[in-house]
């Protein structure tokens, strides 16, 4: 019985994310580098401009996050926009889907799931920017990061959190609807195809 619930609501949370989901536009696409310009990661502005638009926040919210996470990690090499979507009764799973933009102008399209565990009950459904750190190839993306316990905040109704893998930190930031009541552990696996498997 437990199962079909979570299945119930786990299908419930990926139809409000075919709901809420928009399509990414060719405003997210980084500019490729030129052999003058300096660096190969993002600048603050950019990345609030794009918070902006992909969560349809206002700029000031978009930039007290974004300060914070430049202040605690500095500045990324990538972001990801997607969707995401899941449901627990005490275990649970969520997925998502999106696109990793590089800021050399590299792009491909990447999925994730995972399983939760704790006191948690509910569905949501939430839009996902996620700022990547020490990438230096797109490929070593795809594997399982498992979130940083005390990671998790909250600033201008976006929740934040850490997951780090083998020197990659990703810092996904979150806004969206449904319930989902409690805590729980657990991890994001990053793949190259859709898994309906959370593992």
Request: glycine share 14%; hydrophobic share 35%; with cysteine.
């Amino acid at each position: 019985m437990k199962r079909l619930s979570l299945i119930l609501l786990t299908g419930f949370a990926l139809a409000l994310v075919g709901c809420a989901s928009t399509q990414t536009t060719q405003q997210h696409t980084p500019q490729p580098q030129t052999a003058g310009q300096a660096g190969s990661s993002f600048e603050e502005s950019d990345i609030v401009q794009a918070v902006s638009e992909h969560l349809g926040v206002t700029s000031e919210s978009a930039a007290s996050v974004i300060e914070r996470l430049f202040r605690e990690q500095g500045r990324p090499v990538g972001y990801i926009t997607g969707e995401e979507g899941g449901g627990a009764f005490v275990g649970g799973a969520f997925y998502g889907k999106g696109t990793l933009w590089m800021k050399n102008g590299q792009s491909q399209y990447i999925y994730w799931q995972g399983p939760t565990i704790g006191f948690d009950a509910g569905i949501d459904a939430s839009k996902v920017f996620t700022l990547v750190y020490n990438l230096d190839d797109p490929n070593y993306i795809h594997q399982r990061f498992p979130k940083v316990e005390g990671s998790a905040f909250l600033i201008a109704g976006m929740g934040v959190n850490y997951q780090r893998a083998n020197g990659i930190t990703l810092a996904p930031i979150r806004t969206g609807i449904g319930v989902r009541l409690g805590a729980n552990i657990g991890y994001s696996s990053y793949t190259r195809k859709r898994s309906w498997i959370p593992l």
